[in-house]
Every structure is written in C-alpha cells, then in structure tokens.
C-alpha cells in the first residue's frame, strides 16, 4: 500500500510520516477522505486507534520518527501497534507493525524530505494548541467576570483592548514586573537624564488632558447630564461622546505607566512608593470595568476633575525640566492640596447618587467610595508625613545653582501617582 496515496497529496507537504499523520489525525483533518480509507484497509486500521480510549506517544530519533499506539478496551485490537517512518538518504521507509494483527511494508523511492517543512508544521500545531489555551482561559475570564457584574454594555463592543480583560490584565503584570526587574538592572548603572524624553512626554499628557477635559464637559452639556446623579442611557449620543472620551481615560492609565518607569530609568527608587504603585496599578483595571459595565452616566465626573489636575500637574513637570523655570515653580503644593480636594469632591458626588438615585448602578456607587476612600486614607498619611512634620522651605531658594528639577525631582523632590504630588524635604 503507499501510505503517501492516503495521507500526503492534499497536505502539500513532502512525505508525511506516520507519527505526523497520526497527530493530524486525532485532529480529523477534512483531507483524510472515507473513501480512500475504505480503499485502503491499513488507513482504518489507523482511524481504530483515535479516541479517548488509545494514547499517542510521538517519539523523535535522529535517525527517524516513531509513534506508538496503545490500544484501549476495543476487542478488534489486541497488542500494541508500532508505526515507524525514518529516512534513510533519497529513500523513505515507512512500517506499519500490527502485533498479532497484520505486518505491511511499504518502500518508496522519492526525493529527500525537506524536513523544515514538517518542523514549520509541528511549530504551527502548537501555536494553534497554545491560541485554544488561550482562548479558553479568556473565555472562562470573561465568563467569571460576566457572573460577578452582570451584561456587559453592548454599546463598546468591541473597542480596543474592551472585549477581553487579559490584555489589561498582563499589561499591569508586565508594569510591576518591570519595576522589579527594573530597579534591580539599574542598581549598578548610571542615572539617566531623559530631559528631551520628559519634556516629549510631559507635553503630550498635558495636551491629551485638555482634549479629556474640553470633551468631557461639551459631551455632558449636551448630553443635559444631572450633576448630582446620571443614569447610563438617557442622554441618547451624548452618552456615547462620553463613553469615548473615556476609553482615552482609561488608555491614558496604561501611557501613566511610563511615570514609574522614568522614576526607575532615573534612579528616583524613593518615589516608587506604595501609593503611587498601588494607584496606577489599580486605577487601569478599575476603568477596564468602568468601560465596559458603566461607560458614561455618573462616571464623567472623575475623569472630569482629573483631567484637570493632571493639565496643571504634567504642565508643572514639563517646565521643572528646564532650569530657568525654577523660579515660576512656587505652586507646587497647592497642586497637592487640589489633589486631595479632588479625592473629596469625587466621593461626594458618588454619594450624592446613593441619596438620590437615578438607575446608576449601586454597587459600583460603593465600589467607587470605597476606592476613593483608600486614596483618601494613603494619601493623608503622606501629607501629614510631609507637609506637618517637617518645615516648609522656599523650594527655589533650596535650589543649587544649574541644578535641574525633572518631573518635579530635586533637592526636594515630588512623589507622583496619577496627578497625586507631595513635596518631601530632605
């Protein structure tokens, strides 16, 4: 019999052998065609083996393949079935050992194999295996996190990175794993400046804020929000204005990412604090959420105030890189203040839908409080610790001459988290 009449032509790849086919088979391929089977009695022989009742071991020698087949309760099989391939120059031998059963030989004069073909194809089964993994664990993910919270809101299906929460998910792995990793390659380099990097980028968040805040408060005056509480669906397109303002609140988390890891690159491991990890950390998956269960409605008012702080912040940390603007540079704890102001009006307004309700979800109400309260907690120790018990300098005059501030880093220098700032004396 020529095994390669059976299995090979439609598979376009240069002899099959039997331990490859027999992979393929398990999988049912569409090539493999009842007729040529029921031609071929060997081919059926090979078909008795797959289910859940025979197990498959592939076995790779230099000198050629081997896959063993161990039969299961079916009475039509008795012994182990061997099925060998190997090469051997130009020429390709294949045995089909049936113990106690039936011995087939088949020798077939053909070109050499191009074995890279078959590894491609093997390289390829398992990514497609590794893509189902995958797939499965999303699916059970997405599944789990439907139970919790309920149907998703269908008006953001499909917007980027909103259909599956692994990519937000081992995103803020990658994060805490490159502070690990990244304080740890640093601690034996140089400091870098990143002056040109800094400013690039202190300029670009500055002006993704203004198009946050502008849009946000033109999509809420249109849409007629309810300053003390707004449901999700009333405001018709206005809604969906917010909602798209808000995916760009939610990705501007993954682009603040970059704060921590500028502190890492420049060696400023005393800002890396528990608060400012544990806000930008939590602050992307949280808005993954928000996306997806609560887009718009209530959760414009947030976004709103951040955005806000944040022109005045990254508008701070832009200037401080240049020497010159040190001067200007004497409203930096006010920033701090208007920071802790904002966690307060946040909360306030969450609240403010519990005592009069409007359809907004209330355990995201909750959810919302609680949150902001454990800012609020985290960050007043931070203030107290370094704004009450230590005097306050005129930070310009503490200023070395040349010496530069670079995202609010100097002598006395600034713990970043999201818009959060405190000055800590030295």
């Given at each position: 019999?020529?095994?390669?009449?059976?299995?090979?032509?439609?598979?376009?790849?240069?002899?099959?052998?039997?331990?490859?086919?027999?992979?393929?088979?398990?999988?049912?391929?569409?090539?493999?065609?009842?007729?040529?089977?029921?031609?071929?009695?060997?081919?059926?022989?090979?078909?008795?083996?797959?289910?859940?009742?025979?197990?498959?071991?592939?076995?790779?020698?230099?000198?050629?393949?081997?896959?063993?087949?161990?039969?299961?309760?079916?009475?039509?099989?008795?012994?182990?079935?061997?099925?060998?391939?190997?090469?051997?120059?130009?020429?390709?031998?294949?045995?089909?050992?049936?113990?106690?059963?039936?011995?087939?030989?088949?020798?077939?004069?053909?070109?050499?194999?191009?074995?890279?073909?078959?590894?491609?194809?093997?390289?390829?089964?398992?990514?497609?295996?590794?893509?189902?993994?995958?797939?499965?664990?999303?699916?059970?993910?997405?599944?789990?996190?439907?139970?919790?919270?309920?149907?998703?809101?269908?008006?953001?299906?499909?917007?980027?990175?909103?259909?599956?929460?692994?990519?937000?998910?081992?995103?803020?792995?990658?994060?805490?794993?490159?502070?690990?990793?990244?304080?740890?390659?640093?601690?034996?380099?140089?400091?870098?400046?990143?002056?040109?990097?800094?400013?690039?980028?202190?300029?670009?968040?500055?002006?993704?804020?203004?198009?946050?805040?502008?849009?946000?408060?033109?999509s809420s005056w249109e849409g007629g929000y309810n300053l003390q509480c707004q449901d999700l669906t009333s405001a018709g397109k206005a809604d969906i204005r917010v909602a798209k303002v808000?995916?760009?609140?939610?990705?501007?988390?993954?682009?603040?990412?970059?704060?921590?890891?500028?502190?890492?690159?420049?060696?400023?491991?005393?800002?890396?604090?528990?608060?400012?990890?544990?806000?930008?950390?939590?602050?992307?998956?949280?808005?993954?959420?928000?996306?997806?269960?609560?887009?718009?409605?209530?959760?414009?008012?947030?976004?709103?105030?951040?955005?806000?702080?944040?022109?005045?912040?990254?508008?701070?940390?832009?200037?401080?890189?240049?020497?010159?603007?040190?001067?200007?540079?004497?409203?930096?704890?006010?920033?701090?203040?208007?920071?802790?102001?904002?966690?307060?009006?946040?909360?306030?307004?969450?609240?403010?839908?519990?005592?009069?309700?409007?359809?907004?979800?209330?355990?995201?109400?909750?959810?919302?409080?609680?949150?902001?309260?454990?800012?609020?907690?985290?960050?007043?120790?931070?203030?107290?610790?370094?704004?009450?018990?230590?005097?306050m300098k005129k930070v310009v005059e503490d200023l070395p001459a040349g010496k530069e501030v670079k995202n609010g880093i100097s002598k006395a220098y600034f713990s970043t988290l999201n818009?959060?700032?405190?000055?800590?004396?030295?």
């Amino acid at each position: 019999m020529d095994f390669l009449s059976v299995f090979g032509p439609s598979t376009g790849l240069p002899l099959l052998t039997y331990d490859l086919v027999l992979c393929c088979i398990t999988q049912h391929p569409p090539w493999l065609d009842q007729d040529v089977t029921d031609e071929h009695p060997a081919a059926n022989q090979l078909l008795a083996c797959m289910g859940p009742s025979y197990c498959w071991v592939p076995l790779f020698y230099c000198s050629g393949w081997s896959v063993e087949c161990i039969p299961g309760p079916d009475p039509a099989l008795h012994g182990t079935q061997t099925i060998r391939g190997h090469f051997d120059g130009n020429n390709s031998h294949t045995d089909v050992v049936l113990e106690g059963d039936e011995t087939a030989d088949v020798a077939e004069e053909r070109e050499e194999p191009d074995e890279d073909a078959i590894f491609i194809y093997f390289k390829n089964e398992v990514e497609r295996s590794e893509d189902e993994h995958l797939k499965t664990i999303d699916d059970e993910t997405n599944a789990f996190l439907d139970y919790m919270f309920g149907p998703r809101d269908s008006r953001v299906r499909g917007w980027f990175m909103l259909d599956s929460y692994l990519p937000t998910f081992f995103l803020t792995v990658i994060y805490l794993l490159s502070i690990w990793l990244g304080t740890k390659y640093m601690k034996n380099r140089p400091a870098l400046s990143l002056r040109g990097t800094l400013t690039l980028y202190n300029l670009g968040i500055t002006l993704l804020s203004v198009y946050m805040l502008v849009e946000l408060i033109l999509s809420s005056w249109e849409g007629g929000y309810n300053l003390q509480c707004q449901d999700l669906t009333s405001a018709g397109k206005a809604d969906i204005r917010v909602a798209k303002v808000l995916w760009w609140y939610y990705f501007s988390k993954l682009i603040e990412f970059l704060d921590t890891i500028f502190f890492v690159l420049r060696k400023k491991n005393s800002q890396i604090t528990f608060l400012h990890v544990y806000h930008h950390a939590s602050m992307f998956n949280i808005w993954w959420c928000v996306l997806n269960w609560i887009p718009c409605g209530q959760s414009f008012f947030g976004p709103t105030l951040n955005s806000f702080i944040h022109i005045l912040m990254y508008s701070y940390y832009g200037l401080s890189v240049f020497p010159s603007m040190h001067k200007y540079l004497w409203w930096k704890r006010y920033l701090t203040q208007a920071q802790l102001v904002q966690f307060l009006l946040t909360i306030t307004h969450t609240m403010s839908a519990v005592v009069r309700p409007c359809g907004f979800p209330f355990g995201c109400l909750i959810f919302q409080s609680s949150y902001m309260l454990t800012l609020v907690v985290l960050f007043l120790n931070f203030y107290v610790q370094t704004y009450r018990k230590k005097p306050m300098k005129k930070v310009v005059e503490d200023l070395p001459a040349g010496k530069e501030v670079k995202n609010g880093i100097s002598k006395a220098y600034f713990s970043t988290l999201n818009g959060v700032m405190a000055k800590k004396a030295q």
